[in-house]
């Protein structure tokens, strides 16, 4: 079965820092997708970055960046540069090839300090 | 063009009531989920559809869930003898596409949710 796993439930990043938020995954699945969403306080969710198992190179978007390493399962996000506007919900998420629903992780609550 | 949308945006009912939420998706996305948020806490898959496919129904909490889409465009997610443990926040999104071909599948767009609360 498939499995998301974010162990931090809340951080605290000073602005300007860069910070990495973790993300561990379980699957069988040779073929799956990992994305990252923020949420805001408004309550929409926002898609960040996609990252294919296939695909060889990091995703990158903008200022977000996914360290994808396949053999430790881990999908972290790392946002350079951290705007207090970053200040947010984030949540990891995954796709096996085989399902059509999406599993999300519980989460990780970003505060950016001025 | 205009994003997802859904209706209600907030929805107060009695437990024991049924309760319909609606969901228009972007225009020309084929594929549509229903995600269900409880405060504080990740997304929960509820259903999906994609094209004219069956649905993928797999995350439904109970025979009380049901929820349909016509014309491959709007979908409506009915609860039936709503329990106060039903109360969360509804989410939809569509994406352009089915299948597993990267970004463009997995890119999905969300409205802004239906708040849900049994009393």
């Known amino acids: 079965a498939q499995k998301i796993t974010q162990t931090q439930p809340g951080m605290f990043v000073q602005e300007k820092e860069a910070v990495t938020l973790d993300c561990t995954y379980d699957?069988?699945?040779?073929?799956?997708?990992l994305f990252w969403y923020k949420q805001p306080s408004s309550g929409e969710m926002i898609f960040l970055i996609y990252?294919?198992?296939?695909?060889?190179q990091n995703a990158t978007e903008g200022r977000y960046s996914l360290n994808f390493q396949k053999a430790r399962k881990s999908a972290n996000l790392v946002i350079s540069a951290s705007q207090l506007g970053d200040s947010a919900m984030y949540f990891c998420a995954m796709r096996e090839s085989s399902a059509s629903k999406i599993i999300f992780g519980s989460g990780t609550r970003l505060s950016i300090r001025p | 063009g205009a994003g997802v949308s859904q209706s209600p945006s907030n929805k107060v009912t009695e437990k024991g009531k049924d309760v319909e939420l609606r969901c228009d998706p972007i225009s020309g996305h084929t594929a549509l989920y229903w995600y269900r948020q409880s405060l504080g806490q990740g997304l929960e898959f509820l259903i999906y559809?994609?094209?004219?496919?069956?649905?993928?129904k797999s995350g439904l909490p109970s025979d009380r869930f049901s929820a349909e889409r016509t014309g491959g465009s709007v979908s409506t997610l009915t609860i039936q003898r709503t329990q106060q443990e039903d109360s969360a926040v509804y989410l939809c999104a569509s994406s352009y596409r089915g299948g597993f071909s990267g970004r463009a599948y997995n890119e999905q767009f969300f409205g802004p949710g239906t708040r849900l609360t049994v009393l």
């Open positions: 699957t069988s699945d040779q073929s799956y997708g």
């Open positions: 559809f994609q094209g004219n496919s069956a649905p993928d």
């Open positions: 990252q294919g198992s296939y695909d060889e």
